[in-house]
């Protein structure tokens, strides 16, 4: 089992933002993994772990999530705001070079990485996002972020969790809920499970547009990179006719679907670890 060692690195306004790092004695490439809007660094535990044997993995906690600090300045929750904060944890860590896993808004700020400093990215893993955001799943999730019904313990955490991600992960077991809401959620002082986020986040999401610029132009000025989507098959997010909008302007691009997943994957299903097992045994190797 591959462990990880947990860090708080203050950045250039002060927050101290949270990040774990699997596998630092690994050799190959090292994976940067980026989260969802409303989400942290545990959702990428087992992929972590999974890859920790060959690659250096670094997950990180968005600023007002997780166990990064909550920034005073809720308007500088936007995708622009990120690719900073992930380039002062990497070069801190002296990582030159290496492959982004994002999912959802972690894929966005992904491609803006890239966009901004191509020659440290080697590859791309979008995690059901494209550079356009279908219209009903953008609705769907600033109708919700940031106004959940607060919750008195564990079992109604689960149950809020299960009617905010049902259609998203049809099946999953009582256990396995339990696993996404300990990663969705953290005790407060008084042993109360909280949605581990600032809900100002739902606010910026509500004003502050998450696709900065022209997306397809940001799409066109990366594809000469490798790319590799992971597509949940019932996705409002993520729809077919943007993954063959992508597909025209980059025709060597990898699409995986995932069946009986919509936004997002959680990256535990096999069609997931196979295909990004592949696609970094072609991509990932350091050059």
Known sequence: MVSYTEHRL?????LKLYYRHYGSKATGLPVVCLPGITRNSRDF???????GARHPVVTMDFRGRGF??????WRNYQPATYPGDVLEILDHLAIDRFVLLGTSLGGIVSMLLAKSHPERIQAIILNDICPEIGAEGLAR?????????PVSNWSEAVAQARETYALAWPGLSDEEWLVQARRGYREDANGVPVLDMDPKVGDAARVVSTSPG??????EDIACKP???LHGKTSDILTFDLVERMRAIKPDLVHVVVENRGHTPILNEPECIDGIDHFLAEHGKIR
């Open 227 to 229: 790319v590799l989507v």
């Open 45 to 51: 535990h087992e992929i972590a772990t999974h890859l």
């Open 141 to 149: 999730i600033k109708n919700y972020i940031g106004r959940a019904v």
């Open 10 to 14: 203050q950045n250039r306004t002060g």
């Open 214 to 219: 022209d997306p397809w132009q940001l799409f």
């Open 68 to 73: 990064s600090d909550w920034d005073p300045q």
